[in-house]
Nanobody, 125 residues
Framework: VQLQAFGGGLVQPGGSLRLSCAAS????????MGWFRQAPGKEREFVAA????????VYEDSVKGRFTISVDNAKTTLYLQMNQLKPEDTAAYYC???????????????????WGQGTQVTVSS
């Protein structure tokens, strides 16, 4: 499985960005697709995830109501619509795919098998 993330950039506070993650390979076998982010000097943290089995979504508390994760019908492209962006959202954003991610591991980096390269999001005036 190969993942390629893109769509990052510089945006003013209150603005919006849409990240995309194109997947190729055995994507039909995945159980969860997610977004994580890592700011300089900090650990990589969970942002949002989509679980294939029940088509449920999970969000980190600080992005609830502002970010929306979605997957296209072919289940090959993952999106993250980010609205009302704040300076604290500044980070490199990574997409990930888990092949057998159990529910309790959805928010955990260890629950994911494949990672894309990061795409930088900078929120600044």
């Amino acid at each position: 499985v190969q993942l390629q993330a893109f769509g990052g950039g510089l945006v003013q506070p209150g603005g919006s960005l849409r990240l995309s993650c194109a997947a190729s390979g055995r994507t039909f076998r995945n159980s969860a697709m997610g977004w994580f982010r890592q700011a300089p000097g900090k650990e990589r943290e969970f942002v949002a995830a989509f679980r294939r089995g029940d088509r449920s979504t999970v969000y980190e508390d600080s992005v609830k109501g502002r970010f929306t994760i979605s997957v296209d019908n072919a289940k090959t492209t993952l999106y993250l619509q980010m609205n009302q962006l704040k300076p604290e959202d500044t980070a490199a954003y990574y997409c990930a795919q888990g092949m057998r991610t159990i529910a309790s591991m959805t928010r955990n980096r260890a629950g994911y098998d494949y990672w894309g390269q990061g795409t930088q999001v900078t929120v600044s005036s």
